[in-house]
């Protein structure tokens, strides 16, 4: 019996008709069976002949399958196979959880602290494999991207494949002062068939995914954006309902996947009727419920709507954006990622040139707010690799403290953080999202961000003791500063970006 | 004849009346009539027997006086002086100019850069002189300080003289944690007669008010503030009155004085109508009409009350302060004073430990919008002597910024800078607030704040020709960049704080 890990990828390939537009004329559909699910999947013609469904099973033992289509004339292929413990690292697919947070499906909270490479996938396999080692290297633990190829400001050379068969632009006519020019008509200078996807371009993405949750990385996928010379973000609703119906056959199957509707979905031509057609799309044809958003440039979109699971926020102002997660929690009463919050760099473009200092104090504020912060880096550099675009070596200095972010958030007494929203006039103190531990004053994080206090002054109340550690952000230290009971004080270096955390003194007997 | 400097005072005292209670049983007034003015103002009681009438000449020439009142039975006292031009360095009173923006009497430009010590006047002799010392070595043209004596952290200390006749409570009995419990029932603790002023401490103010106008201080003078065990915050409308009237009388005929009705209003047991009864005294009876303000602890004061001359505004967020400049002019139509943006210090207090960069910071997001800034310092030290309060030396490094900011603020053509509306949501980009200036785009200042570009492309238009100059504004650098035309890059060093500064060339024939 063929054998599966719980929360991999259960694969059927068959072969099947290739006359005509088999992305369009054929279906193949699956259903799976086990003990505890029963899941229905659409399958996709991957070209050559071969038509493939998948299936992430969620759960052990074994599962038998009935897949069936016009795709050929076989009838219902059935099989069984059996599911085993989940590989070691592998938590399954993240969900929200406790309202403004998440975890694994196995209750494994996830504290996510992500950063942003758009077309990381699209380059060179050196750079790929280069851009895998600076994540593994690194603490973050998503990472959004593009399916499709990206035109932007360093990053006008041409991927590594095509989403679609057909011939795109010559590159060539392209000088430093016309790039924009290229794209408002695109069907004059490209030629595609929106009909026809080429298997190998989401194959190369699928295997990225692959690697990505290998090393314990959330896709976050975006599924559609402006930055395009190739005509990808025009095309017809029937063409962009295919490409969506397309991307989830293939994708949902990988535990690691999010849902990004769209990169700067308020600068694309499309309404907010296609939007929630796609979104649609996706909460029908995707059977595992992955986590879905869109972002937006300058307003948000509506993440009160029901399929909205969680806010993928650019910031709205360049001098408060972290500082906003307590308002945005308040207004959405969904977690709140803030996936860019300005990048740190040094490129002229106003959004492209924070400090590493600014970048992990906005990483901070959003942290101890409960809310969940993305990172990017735009270096200048001789060869236009930029981390934001390109992905490759990091070159600065935020990245660095994001582990050590992550390991204070994964510290957290229940599952994540929220604000004393009456501390709030004066900065950010953090405690725990549950009830009890609140409730039972467990825990405490009080950041100074910017401010270089000498001393802090504190006094829970008279009778709790309190374990007091002295947390320095930038140097990545914690330091014990002794055992504390009703009012006390804590000295600090007058410095920024220090923090003091209070831990309730357990008794163990 | 007796002689006076324009914009100096012209004193007159006399004997009069001492039974009963002079401050309030007599009267006595002055008309002074020039060529070019007539004035009336109120005299007040000096003690010992000797009554005073104070009149602020703004012209030159011949003036004629008239001094009437119950004080004495000598009937109207007249005579005459002679006005000559201003002593260098005496421009004038300050006034609201071209909406946003000042300038002293003569018309030259006051760009203000102030500063904040609550009661540096009422410290000791030699305290008093290092201030005014480090005052006059600093770049500062204004500082705001109170006539009341301050009981606050850092300084529950007694001031070297009281406003009243009477007993202060016995301070001895102040601990590390009673303080507070000292300032809800002053009248217990304290005996004071409301209605018999001191005058020896009223005329030490003059004497501090008169020093700082000679180093070309403007005296921004709290007439209220609630940080008091005396019970000078809880007299009631009659004595407050009383106390306005005699501050007025008193102070009015200094050129540099500025009323700021209270620090902190929202904190003081007053009404809205005691503020507009005391701002109604104060227009009254000021023939000068000093500006006038009120600042807030939360909520701002209505500044579009008529008698405010400019806001006078702490901030209301502890992240975004300077650059809601733009804001507050578009809704209030009147000067932007930002006097609290937090202080450069390492105290636990969240308003008094930001780092003299942040503060240096703040100064030029809120001039570059064409506000006015105002410092601060409260570094703790052994002597518990911070600036903030006692004033003394500095110990920060923002005060040593100042200068350099309000020389560059004094380069702007025209009167006073705007920010270029269209820009805001990428930063600030200073343009003169002249129309004609604006229009015929002469002049560009791009303030980076804290982000770090390596570079940045500039084009105006394709015809004129800018010189570009590169400012560091925290090493207080200017370094031509050269002459450009059309589109042209900057190189930037890519560190914070930097600006960029375009000047139209000048066609000299």
């Not at 559609?224 to 295919?242: C, I, N, Q, T, V």
Request: glycine content about 8%; some cysteine; charged content about 25%.
């Amino acid at each position: 019996m063929d054998k599966v890990f719980k929360w991999d990828i259960f694969e059927i390939a068959l072969s099947g008709n290739t006359a005509g537009n088999p992305f369009t004329d054929y279906t193949i559909r699956g259903v799976f069976k086990g003990e505890q699910e029963e899941i229905e999947t659409e399958g996709f013609y991957d070209g050559d002949g071969i038509y493939k469904v998948r299936f992430m099973p969620s759960y052990e033992g074994v599962y038998r399958y009935f897949i069936t289509g016009n795709y050929s004339d076989a009838g219902t292929v059935t099989g069984e196979f059996e599911v085993f413990p989940a590989k070691s690292g592998n938590h399954g697919p993240v969900k929200v959880s406790n309202t403004y947070h998440f975890t694994y499906a196995d209750s494994t909270p996830y504290y996510s602290v992500g950063t942003t490479c758009y077309v990381w996938e699209l380059q060179s396999d050196d750079r790929i494999k280069e851009t895998l080692e600076s994540l593994s290297e690194s603490g973050f633990n998503k990472i959004r991207f593009c399916i499709f190829p990206k035109h932007y400001d360093y990053n006008f050379n041409e991927p590594r494949s095509y989403p679609y068969e057909g011939t795109p632009m010559d590159n060539s006519v392209l000088t430093e002062d016309n790039f924009w020019g290229y794209t408002d008509n695109p069907k004059e200078n490209n030629e595609w068939d929106f009909t026809r996807f080429n298997p190998g371009h989401f194959r190369h993405i699928e295997n990225c995914i692959k690697k990505l949750g290998d090393i314990g990385i959330e896709a976050d996928l975006i599924i559609m954006h402006p930055y395009d010379r190739w005509g990808f973000s025009k095309m017809s609703a029937y063409e962009d309902d295919l490409y969506i119906n397309y991307i989830v056959a293939r994708f949902a199957a990988y535990h690691n996947v999010w849902w990004s509707l769209a990169n700067e979905y308020d600068i694309l031509d499309k309404t907010i009727d296609d939007w929630e057609r796609y979104a649609q799309i996706i909460c029908t044809k995707d059977p595992y419920g992955h986590l879905r958003s869109i972002h937006n440039c300058i307003p948000f979109y509506d993440y009160t709507r029901p399929w909205v699971t969680h806010c993928s926020i650019q910031r709205q102002d360049i001098y408060k954006t972290a500082e906003c997660t307590n308002e945005w929690r308040g207004k959405y009463k969904k977690p709140v990622v803030i996936d860019e919050m300005a990048y740190e760099g040094d490129i002229p473009h106003f959004w492209g040139n924070i400090t590493a200092e600014e970048m992990v104090r906005r990483f901070w504020e959003c942290a101890m707010r409960g809310g969940y912060p993305g990172h990017g880096e735009t270096y200048m550099n001789k060869d236009n690799v930029l981390w934001w675009s390109h992905g490759g070596k990091f070159h600065g200095e935020s990245w660095k403290r994001v582990k050590f972010l992550h390991k204070i958030m994964c510290e957290t007494p229940g599952l994540g953080l929220t604000s004393d929203a009456k501390m709030d006039y004066m900065g950010v103190t953090a405690v725990p999202q549950d009830d009890k531990e609140r409730e039972n004053k467990t825990y405490f994080i009080y950041y100074y961000s910017f401010m270089q206090p000498s001393c802090k002054i504190f006094h829970i109340d008279d009778e709790t003791e309190y374990e007091a550690e002295v947390i320095d952000t930038w140097n990545m230290t914690v330091e014990k500063a002794g055992t504390f009971k009703g009012k006390f004080k804590i000295n600090l270096p007058g410095r920024p970006y220090m923090a003091v955390r209070l831990k309730k003194r357990r008794n163990y007997q």
